[in-house]
């Protein structure tokens, strides 16, 4: 089965691909992470993306839907879980194309809708495991005391990323409503579309996710 998880920065896409990684076996591509690699490998095309990723602008179309055309041409798995990928409607058609070209099926697109108010909340508190990716949040779930990662057990660094702050998370945010909301409208006329509500505990969300993927592989 293969997904989109569609939904503003701070949505919470990450938290809950990872997840179904774990419970189901499906592959997370997630374009954020790849140009982040890209830009700590300090390849030509990692230093043209961070200045981009660093304004919070979005990188062109080009270069993302370059990364998903190799990794769709990888190894088969339970399912992609595209998760910040298409975040434009060019890289929508440029997704629709290189599924038929697979021979795969889009099998349904989940819109998480969270308030704008939490998601600024939630991006300026947030920080990840150095070793294993783990979210953690200021307020809900902070960073151990002894500095041990609750999830891979290992004596981690945890990072704040570079746009994680109030001045780039402005421009993510519009950057959303300008140029990735009207997926919600293309993917709704498409009937591919299921919102469910993003906020509450991640267990809570995780919950609405598996009744969407039941349904939908039933
Ligand atoms: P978030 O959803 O929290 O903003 P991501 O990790 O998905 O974070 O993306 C971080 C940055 O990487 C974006 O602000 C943008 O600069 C770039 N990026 C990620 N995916 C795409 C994409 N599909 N198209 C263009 N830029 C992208």
Known sequence: ??????????????????????????????????????????????????????????????????????????????????????????????????????????????EMRVDDDALVDRITARSTCGNCGEVYNDHTKPIPADGVCTNCGEKAEFKRRADDNAESLKQRLLEYYKKTSPLIGYYYAKGQLTAIDGLGEIDEVRARIAEVLDATAS
Do not use: C, W, Y
């Open 1 to 110: 089965m293969n997904i989109i998880l569609l939904g503003p920065p701070g949505a919470g896409k990450g938290t809950q691909a990872r997840h179904l990684v774990e419970t189901r076996g499906m592959t997370q591509l997630s374009t954020g992470d790849m140009l982040r690699e890209a830009k700590d490998s300090g390849t030509e095309m990692g230093k043209i993306v961070a200045d981009v990723m660093a304004k919070g602008e979005l990188v062109t179309d080009e270069i993302v839907i370059g990364l998903i055309r190799e990794k769709l041409q990888g190894e088969k798995t339970e399912g992609f879980i595209f998760d910040g990928f298409p975040r434009t409607l060019a890289q929508a058609d440029a997704l629709a194309e290189l599924m038929a070209e697979q021979g795969e099926t889009l099998n349904a697109v989940i």
